[in-house]
């Protein structure tokens, strides 16, 4: 009897640029789920996890993290040429990060202040988004990411089906767990509206804005939101900061800040 051929498991590597690794903890997290993603591939390569290394090329790539080097610029090129599919993971990959506050002043303040001798420090002036120097494949929000989201996307490539991954806003999740509007019942300044479900509408659960930890949902409307914001009594120089954190360089909250900051 000829024995029965195994299948070939699909290669995942997971990535790290300038982050905190909360992103890398969170597929650690998963704990039983990630038992059953380590039976259906070969883990290449995760920082996180283990020190072992194997050379691509990979069917799955995991990137987090923001460019904030040189090296990191041309380092993402060589991973994008080795990986058949690429996600970008976390608020830093697809947004830039917290690290992107440093894009709105002269990066040599903060290195000036935080290090010894800054002249050995080799970075770029902005912190920049994967999607700003590659093409990615899909895009995972999150500060950090939501585990389960995480699973289902690599458990949709390899089934080869779309990512159930739902494209609407905090608003839907608050309504699902029954929480009243903060800004209807308590007139809280709150980003619900306008950012990307997966956080399980945590802070409205403790009567609590969001912070929009998730990033934009698709197509936001910032403008408006700002608007009701204003008359809500929000100052400009806050607007600025709620449109400034986790995701300052989303392209959506990007443009909203810069309008507020003009009429500082």
């Not at 894009?103 to 999607?131: C, G, M």
Request: proline letters at 6%; aromatic letters at 8%; hydrophobic letters at 35%.
């Amino acid at each position: 009897m000829v024995p029965k051929k195994e299948k070939k498991k699909a290669k995942l590597a997971v990535w790290k640029f300038a982050s905190c690794d909360g992103c890398q903890l969170s597929l650690l997290d998963c704990e039983d789920e990630l038992l059953a993603v380590a039976d259906a591939v070969d883990i290449a390569n995760f920082p996180e996890a283990s020190r072992a290394i194997v050379k691509g090329p990979y069917e799955i790539s995991l990137v987090e993290g923001s460019i904030t080097t040189p090296h990191d610029a041309e380092r993402i090129h060589r991973i994008r040429r080795a990986s058949k599919f690429l996600v970008t993971i976390g608020a830093c990959a697809t947004a830039g990060g917290i690290q992107a506050l440093r894009n709105y002043t002269d990066v040599r303040e903060f290195t000036s202040a935080i290090y010894a001798s800054p002249k050995y420090i080799t970075t770029l002036q902005n912190s920049t988004p994967i999607t700003d120097h590659i093409p990615v494949d899909l895009e995972l929000r999150g500060c950090p990411v939501n585990k389960y989201q995480l699973i289902e996307v690599v458990s949709a490539y390899l089934n080869r089906r779309k990512p159930n991954v739902s494209p609407y806003s905090v608003c839907i999740e608050c309504k699902l767990r029954g929480h009243n509007c903060v800004m209807v019942a308590r007139g809280t300044p709150c980003l619900g509206p306008i950012t990307h479900a997966g956080c399980d509408a945590v802070c409205p659960g403790f009567d609590r804005g969001c912070y929009s930890c998730f990033g934009p949902k698709e197509t936001p409307n910032t403008r408006a939101m700002a608007e009701r914001f204003e008359e809500m009594g929000v100052s400009a120089d806050d607007l600025v900061r709620m449109f400034r954190s986790f995701n300052a360089e989303a392209d959506e909250f990007r443009k909203e800040s810069i309008i507020h900051e003009r009429q500082d």
